[in-house]
């Protein structure tokens, strides 16, 4: 799932024009300043990232064989593993890994969590806040290194949130951004990984089987992109692919049954919004395409086999894609006290969440229910971000 942020209408980004695309000051950016009760709360538990003692020879627990012993810590609640990484080198490297999140899945001990970026209500600071599936929040997340940025994505991969790209103004000029930053859920930390072959921003971004692709976006000078490169975690290393066919920007990326999809925005081989959908089949390393998609889109998520968009232009109303067979079904959102609520999305136990984009009392978060029966997809709940809500993205760790 990536940063709906870059899915505004070129009309309302800041900063942007058709064409080719300016960069200025940005009004909405990830955090490197916010303060709150919860960021000091991990600032003071900072030490407990830095790298243990210890070496990789030892056992992970005397007396037991590693795979028992994994199984073992594995079963620990997530909430623990950050004081976890600190006691040795091979309990925080597994604590890392892929493997612990294989082990927890086994185990059906997988938690679900929801990182939503808000902002409050002077659009002046922003931070991540981290909710359950009952809806209570457990932490804010501590600051990411870097600086201030806007226009970048975020995706989550192999339970670790990353956040891409964007650009970033200093002293007036604008500079787009090639630098990957990963924040791990289990031991609330960030880390650095290797930079994109290419800068951008506003680009598409999804995961594949295990792999993370960034196509289209602007770059320097505001120049369109059609260039795409992918990401493997085992080697922290990006690899040009095949470029689209024609650059493509304001897009987002999803993946269905190991594709590649990449819709929305616009493109230099069209007037106004594209409603191309560009498909690349990592096995065969080419690009299709297919011309029945959406455009203008503020909010996208994936449940299952389905992608849900809201259209800058039909906000009250869902579109659903089926990639079976190419096919969209519109699905009216119900009036909740208002005809002009814009949304963001989050998904929590495979349930769409509609957060409002504005604040109104009494207002509730909508629920829709993919899976419940004809007529009772529609509920609302509890949950709510403490501001407005700027991206989410669900976690499992």
Same mark, same amino acid.
């Given at each position: 799932m990536i940063y709906d942020l870059c899915n505004y209408s070129i009309e309302k980004m800041p900063g942007f024009v058709t064409g080719k695309k300016r960069i200025t000051e940005p009004n909405t950016c990830f955090p490197n300043s916010a303060k709150h009760e919860g960021l000091n709360r991990s600032k003071r538990k900072h030490h407990l990232?830095?790298?243990?003692?210890?070496?990789?020879? !030892?056992?992970?627990?005397?007396?037991?064989?590693?795979?028992?012993?994994?199984?073992? /810590?594995?079963?620990?609640? $997530? !909430?623990n593993f950050p004081a976890?990484?600190? #006691?040795?080198? $091979?309990?925080?490297?597994?604590?890392? !890994?892929?493997?612990?999140?294989?082990? $927890?899945?086994?185990?059906?001990?997988?938690?679900?969590?929801?990182?939503?970026?808000?902002?409050?209500?002077?659009?002046?600071?922003?931070?991540? =806040? #981290?909710?359950d599936y009952l809806g209570y929040k457990h932490r804010y997340l501590p600051l990411m290194p870097g600086p201030e940025k806007a226009g970048f994505v975020v995706v989550v991969l192999n339970g670790k949130l990353l956040v891409m790209g964007g650009y970033s103004v200093v002293d007036g000029t604008g500079s787009p951004l090639a630098d990957i930053y990963q924040y791990d859920s289990c031991l609330n930390g960030w880390s650095r990984l290797a930079n994109m072959n290419v800068a951008r921003y506003d680009f598409a971004c999804a995961e594949v089987n295990g792999m993370v692709y960034a196509v289209g976006g602007c770059g320097m000078d505001g120049d369109n992109l059609s260039s795409a490169e992918v990401y493997d975690p085992d080697t922290d290393k990006w690899t040009l692919i095949e470029s689209l066919r024609r650059p493509r920007w304001g897009c987002f990326a999803c993946?269905?049954?190991?594709? /590649?999809?990449?819709?929305?925005?616009? +493109? +230099?081989?069209?007037?106004?919004? +594209?409603?191309?959908?560009?498909?690349?089949?990592? =096995?065969?390393?080419?690009?299709s395409q297919i011309k029945n998609g959406c455009v203008m889109v503020t909010a996208h998520a994936v449940i299952g086999n389905k992608l849900f968009c809201m259209e800058w232009k039909n906000q009250r109303k869902l579109s659903i894609f089926n990639p079976e067979d190419n096919s969209w079904k519109m699905v009216p959102v119900p009036l909740t006290g208002s005809s002009n609520i814009g949304f963001r999305f989050g998904i929590l136990d495979e349930k769409l969440l509609l957060f409002s984009l504005q604040e109104e009392p009494g207002y509730r978060t909508l629920l829709y229910d993919p899976n419940a029966t004809p007529g009772s997809e529609w509920q609302t709940s509890e949950i709510k971000p403490s501001g407005l809500c700027l991206c989410s993205v669900t976690v499992k760790a």
């Open positions: 990232t830095s790298p243990a003692q210890g070496n990789y020879d !030892s056992p992970i627990l005397p007396g037991l064989p590693d795979d028992v012993a994994k199984y073992c /810590l594995a079963l620990v609640p $997530r !909430s976890m990484g600190g #006691v040795c080198k $091979r309990w925080r490297s597994f604590i890392q !890994s892929k493997e612990l999140i294989t082990v $927890r899945k086994i185990a059906g001990l997988l938690e679900e969590w929801l990182y939503v970026l808000t902002m409050d209500s002077e659009g002046k600071e922003s931070h991540w =806040e #981290v909710v993946g269905f049954e190991g594709k /590649l999809y990449v819709m929305g925005g616009r +493109s +230099s081989f069209t007037i106004g919004n +594209s409603k191309f959908v560009d498909v690349y089949n990592p =096995e065969k390393h080419t690009w």
